[in-house]
């Protein structure tokens, strides 16, 4: 056992535990979850290994969903992208997105939040980690030509709908999920967002 409870411990778990824990502090227990940009679904393996839920994942790569394929079988894989996402409305119970944001471009920005919206249900649970800086900034991907990420507080989208609650926020740095970043244009979070369409404020017309 370890700090997020019966987790198992790898390379790659602490660069995952943030999120993990955050699901441990809020005592969820999803049934039916989404990762989207999944790579080959080891998040979603920490998942079903406590919670036996239901697994989905969307992910483009070919390579990463073949490995995952045969790593882990209880996963269902889907080639694609945020701004396609082929499940029924309102499937989901919570969705998970990791760094993702941030690499989509802007033309599809909102037919991806549009999408991830439809797949949630009502009081769903949305968690999201992200870079969350002091700015907005456009920054050039040094290993590919006009490539660009893009960093900003996608929390926002969300919560300026008028239908997410911003449940808790985290902040951290690129390495670590939850830190203390000084340099504020380097900072990440992890949001914990709750889709309610009651949200908005009945008000009678005099």
Not at 81 to 94: H, K, T, W
Not at 96 to 108: G, K
Not at 143 to 159: C, G, M, R
């Amino acid at each position: 056992r370890n700090m997020v409870g019966e987790y198992r411990y790898t390379s790659e778990f602490k660069e995952m535990m943030g999120t993990l824990k955050v699901l441990d502090l809020y005592k969820i227990h999803p049934q039916k979850v989404l990762d989207v940009g999944s790579s080959n679904g080891l998040w979603l393996s920490y998942l079903y290994e406590k919670f036996k839920c239901e697994c989905h994942a969307i992910e483009p790569s070919e390579e990463a969903i073949n490995d995952g394929v045969k790593k882990y079988p209880f996963i269902k894989f889907n080639r694609g992208m945020a701004n396609q996402i082929a499940y029924q409305e309102e499937y989901f119970d919570l969705i998970h997105m990791n760094f993702v944001f941030s690499w989509i471009s802007r033309e599809t920005l909102l037919k991806s939040v549009s999408e991830i919206d439809r797949v949630l249900k009502n009081e769903g649970l949305f968690l999201l980690r992200d870079f969350y800086c002091k700015a907005d900034e456009k920054v050039k991907y040094h290993h590919e030509e006009n490539v660009w990420t893009y960093k900003q507080d996608y929390s926002k989208l969300f919560t300026s709908m008028g239908m997410y609650d911003l449940v808790a926020m985290l902040t951290g740095s690129e390495h670590d999920e939850i830190a203390l970043e000084k340099n504020k244009n380097k900072r990440t979070a992890i949001a914990l967002l709750q889709k309610n369409k009651d949200l908005y404020k009945i008000s009678e017309l005099k």
